[in-house]
């Protein structure tokens, strides 16, 4: 039986499908990680309090995760090499039984190249990924095949069909995640997507994983040409230039002429770039502040006019910058950033995964300190950043859209009839700007001075007389766990009476009730300081 729609503002409104695009995926570092107790806890919670879905992350072939054997490894005596490689999963194996225990699943993106089969080493990051081509082709293949067979037979075919297999990450930027030409990234995609649809064709693949939009043509050929940037560099307005996706379209031309499986499109949206003036001085840009849901749109018409109309669309990678020591990541201002981002992008995408859901993250090594600008959700402590809070007030909204206005969205759940609300209030005074990066703590809080205050009134009719709801507030007095960590001195070293302060603090919201009235009206009427975000939900 579907619940009677409630009447806002005194209006019958239609609504619309209202997709959890912030919940389907989030990322992860990579698969090591995943084995450690703390990035555990921290998922669990992430699925059971935040609704997340699907866990992506790097590394499942590097070489601690000890996949693809060429020898027994030998300890303190020398290697003996196998006559052919054998492939081990009990690493694997330990990560994948943990994420579906909680029940979500895992995003799985095909990569890297173990050691033993890349053309190159260590190039990348803290942990030395192989990011490159392999020695041989087939025995690429030979690995993802028997993985995914391993799958299928650990897990079953109808379990196994749910996932999506991403091949590789951000091959455009080389020579950090790719080592090769585009061409050679697209060799790999194609051997690989048809070995996964030999394995079953119900399996689900796509690519091509890149990084970030670009207003010029530094990526059309097979390397990135940096002579191409310079115009962006130097220009006036950045928001003003044509800003167009990496490798889609030349990837989907590719499938579409060779008959290459192609599920999904995925590609990273981070509203930044970078681009070499023809001095060779570097230009951080960062976007407007709804530049996230111009790109989504385009995306959308790209493939709904492609050869391959159906295909799904993930943002396998979002944040509001792509470094994981942006201080702007721990603060208020993120989360009143990403809240309106998602809402402006629910319906848009089939995905949009927050980069990431922990602080728990080595790309450049362990944080230094407990509030580093990771890109986490919660601190490698646990601790709940104020992005925490915005995306349970998230989880707790319904399925249909009953009112979408630029402050936030009133829900019904479809099932249980539930009326549930996000507001936010991005200050007007932001106009277009985006929050922006800092590196460092102090060099945000500028941001603390914008306004003004917004004022939120709407009623609810048709809802049960006497019903609860409970109203919770996140601003700059209430959840502002960097800020209160900036107060006791910004200490490298947490003692456990400052941690147990700061996990009181980070949870520490304003809280409030409202009660329907006896003819089943509810009234909001909320008066919202700057970069408040708030959630109405029925009380439990």
Same mark, same amino acid.
């Given at each position: 039986?579907?619940?009677?729609?409630?009447?806002?503002?005194?209006?019958?409104?239609?609504?619309?499908?209202?997709?959890?695009?912030?919940?389907?995926?989030?990322?992860?570092?990579?698969?090591?990680?995943?084995?450690?107790?703390?990035?555990?806890?921290?998922?669990?919670?992430?699925?059971?309090?935040?609704?997340?879905?699907?866990?992506?992350?790097?590394?499942?072939?590097?070489?601690?995760?000890?996949?693809?054997?060429?020898? /027994?490894?030998?300890?303190?005596?020398?290697?003996?090499?196998?006559? =052919?490689?054998?492939?081990?999963?009990?690493?694997?194996?330990?990560?994948?039984?943990?994420?579906?225990?909680?029940?979500?699943?895992?995003?799985?993106?095909?990569?890297?190249?173990?050691?033993?089969?890349?053309?190159?080493? =260590?190039?990348?990051? !803290? !942990?030395? +990924?192989?990011?490159?081509?392999?020695?041989?082709?087939?025995?690429?293949?030979?690995?993802?095949?028997?993985?995914?067979?391993? !799958?299928?037979?650990?897990?079953?075919?109808?379990?196994?069909?749910?996932?999506?297999?991403?091949?590789?990450?951000?091959?455009?930027?080389?020579? @950090?995640?790719?080592?090769?030409?585009?061409?050679?990234?697209?060799?790999?995609?194609?051997?690989?997507?048809?070995?996964?649809?030999?394995?079953?064709?119900?399996?689900?693949?796509?690519?091509?994983?890149?990084?970030?939009?670009?207003?010029?043509?530094?990526?059309?050929?097979?390397?990135?040409?940096?002579?191409?940037?310079?115009?962006?560099?130097?220009?006036?307005?950045?928001?003003?230039?044509?800003?167009?996706?990496?490798?889609?379209?030349?990837?989907?031309?590719?499938?579409?002429?060779? /008959?290459?499986?192609?599920?999904?499109?995925?590609?990273?949206?981070?509203?930044?770039?970078?681009?070499?003036?023809?001095?060779?001085?570097?230009?951080?840009?960062?976007?407007?502040?709804?530049?996230?849901? /111009?790109?989504?749109?385009?995306?959308?018409?790209?493939?709904?006019?492609?050869?391959?109309?159906?295909?799904?669309? @993930?943002?396998?990678?979002?944040?509001?910058?792509?470094?994981?020591?942006?201080?702007? @990541?721990?603060?208020?201002?993120?989360?009143?950033?990403?809240?309106? &981002?998602?809402?402006?992008? &629910?319906?848009?995408? /089939?995905?949009?995964?927050?980069?990431?859901?922990?602080?728990?993250?080595?790309? #450049?090594?362990?944080?230094?300190?407990?509030?580093?600008?990771?890109?986490?959700?919660?601190?490698?402590?646990?601790?709940?950043?104020?992005?925490?809070? +915005?995306?349970?007030?998230?989880?707790?909204?319904?399925?249909?859209?009953?009112?979408?206005?630029?402050?936030?969205?009133?829900?019904?759940?479809?099932?249980?009839?539930?009326?549930?609300?996000?507001?936010?209030?991005?200050?007007?005074?932001?106009?277009?700007?985006?929050?922006?990066?800092?590196?460092?703590?102090?060099?945000?809080?500028?941001?603390?001075?914008?306004?003004?205050?917004?004022?939120?009134?709407?009623?609810?009719? #048709?809802?049960?007389?006497?019903?609860?709801?409970?109203?919770?507030?996140?601003?700059?007095?209430?959840?502002?766990?960097?800020?209160?960590?900036?107060?006791?001195?910004?200490?490298?070293?947490?003692?456990?009476?400052?941690?147990?302060?700061?996990?009181?603090?980070?949870?520490?919201?304003?809280?409030?009730?409202?009660?329907?009235?006896?003819?089943?009206?509810?009234?909001?009427?909320?008066?919202?300081?700057?970069?408040?975000?708030?959630?109405?939900?029925?009380?439990?």
């Amino acid at each position: 039986m579907t619940p009677a729609r409630p009447r806002i503002d005194g209006h019958d409104l239609e609504g619309g499908e209202l997709p959890h695009v912030w919940s389907h995926c989030v990322g992860a570092g990579r698969a090591n990680e995943a084995l450690r107790a703390d990035w555990q806890a921290h998922f669990r919670e992430a699925v059971t309090v935040l609704g997340v879905r699907h866990v992506r992350f790097h590394g499942l072939f590097h070489d601690d995760m000890f996949v693809y054997r060429a020898s /027994d490894g030998g300890g303190f005596g020398p290697p003996t090499p196998f006559a =052919e490689p054998r492939f081990t999963f009990a690493y694997v194996d330990k990560v994948f039984d943990m994420i579906l225990a909680t029940g979500a699943r895992p995003f799985v993106e095909l990569g890297f190249m173990p050691r033993d089969l890349a053309t190159q080493t =260590e190039t990348l990051f !803290w !942990w030395k +990924a192989h990011c490159s081509p392999p020695t041989d082709m087939a025995r690429w293949v030979d690995l993802v095949t028997a993985t995914l067979e391993h !799958w299928v037979e650990r897990y079953g075919l109808a379990e196994v069909r749910e996932w999506r297999f991403e091949i590789w990450n951000e091959p455009n930027l080389v020579p @950090h995640f790719w080592t090769g030409t585009r061409t050679e990234y697209f060799e790999l995609y194609e051997a690989t997507a048809r070995a996964v649809k030999a394995v079953d064709p119900g399996l689900r693949v796509g690519g091509p994983s890149t990084s970030v939009f670009v207003p010029d043509d530094r990526y059309r050929g097979e390397y990135e040409d940096r002579a191409a940037q310079h115009a962006t560099a130097v220009a006036a307005d950045v928001d003003a230039l044509e800003w167009r996706p990496v490798w889609i379209e030349e990837l989907i031309a590719w499938c579409a002429a060779r /008959d290459v499986p192609l599920d999904f499109l995925s590609t990273h949206l981070y509203p930044t770039d970078f681009a070499f003036a023809s001095d060779g001085a570097t230009r951080h840009i960062h976007r407007h502040v709804d530049a996230t849901h /111009d790109d989504l749109l385009l995306l959308a018409r790209l493939i709904e006019d492609s050869p391959f109309p159906d295909a799904e669309l @993930h943002v396998t990678e979002w944040s509001s910058s792509p470094s994981s020591r942006d201080a702007m @990541h721990d603060t208020v201002f993120a989360a009143t950033y990403v809240t309106r &981002a998602f809402l402006r992008g &629910a319906g848009v995408a /089939d995905s949009i995964a927050y980069w990431t859901f922990t602080d728990v993250f080595e790309e #450049g090594g362990a944080g230094v300190g407990p509030f580093h600008g990771g890109f986490g959700l919660v601190n490698e402590q646990g601790i709940h950043k104020p992005t925490f809070h +915005a995306f349970a007030m998230l989880a707790r909204l319904g399925d249909r859209a009953l009112l979408s206005v630029p402050h936030g969205v009133i829900t019904q759940d479809s099932r249980s009839g539930d009326v549930a609300a996000v507001f936010l209030n991005y200050p007007d005074d932001m106009g277009t700007q985006g929050i922006g990066s800092a590196t460092s703590y102090e060099a945000t809080r500028r941001l603390a001075e914008r306004g003004p205050r917004r004022r939120v009134r709407h009623t609810v009719a #048709g809802l049960t007389p006497g019903a609860a709801y409970r109203v919770e507030q996140l601003d700059w007095d209430h959840g502002n766990v960097a800020e209160a960590w900036h107060r006791l001195g910004e200490p490298l070293n947490l003692t456990r009476d400052q941690e147990s302060h700061l996990h009181t603090v980070a949870d520490d919201l304003l809280v409030s009730d409202l009660t329907v009235s006896a003819d089943g009206v509810l009234t909001i009427d909320l008066d919202l300081p700057p970069w408040a975000v708030v959630s109405l939900a029925p009380a439990r």
